[in-house]
């Protein structure tokens, strides 16, 4: 009886481990870097291997981060096979259901729900994430993930980008909600 009490705990052990690598990978959860925006007075920790627009960040106060040194973008700003990128943008206004329509308008939705970030960010305690493909050129796809929330009562939005067939969109979204999950006011 103690045996297979034993077996089953090391067999939960082994899937808590498991699922917790597949949830947030370790990739996420190593070293981070911090993005302020003293302009929308913001702060996000991102993965070290990630890389920061800074031309960008300076001139808008957005944020903008890829897996990928910035380089490497194809022309027209186009990204590499395997390339991901995250940016978070001020809304223009304070309507957030009219910019995700707007944003969703034509769009391919695959879904739209409210994204539970749990009791570890305290300025909001979900998001709206919606997951849509859209085209860039003749049969070559993206898939986006927006999370959309209110900071101060300003609405923003947290973007991610990636070639839709891409394999490693979960880690990628995976990425994504730990940036959410991240976010302080300065």
């Known amino acids: 009886m103690q045996e297979v009490r034993r077996r089953l705990l090391v067999i939960r052990l082994l899937f808590g481990v498991a699922l917790a690598a597949i949830i947030v990978p370790a990739s996420v959860e190593n070293e981070f870097r911090v993005y302020r ?57 304070r309507d957030i259901d009219q910019w995700i329509d707007q944003d969703l308008a034509g769009a391919d939705v695959q879904s739209k729900e409210q994204l539970s970030l749990g009791n570890r960010n305290r300025l909001f305690r979900s998001c709206t994430q919606v997951i849509f493909s859209f085209e860039i050129g003749p049969g070559a796809y993206y898939t986006r993930t927006s999370c959309y929330f209110s900071l101060n009562r300003r609405p923003f939005k947290m973007v991610l980008d990636y070639w839709r067939d891409d394999p490693n969109g979960p880690t990628y979204r995976a990425v994504l909600v730990a940036l959410l999950r991240s976010l302080t006011l300065k």
């Open 37 to 93: 925006s003293s302009r929308y007075r913001y702060e996000v920790r991102y993965p070290r291997s990630w890389h920061l627009n800074s031309a960008l960040a300076s001139r808008t106060g957005n944020l903008l981060i890829t897996n990928f040194p910035p380089t490497s973008f194809l022309k027209g700003g186009i990204l590499p096979e395997g390339g991901a990128e995250i940016t978070v943008v001020a809304g223009a206004t």
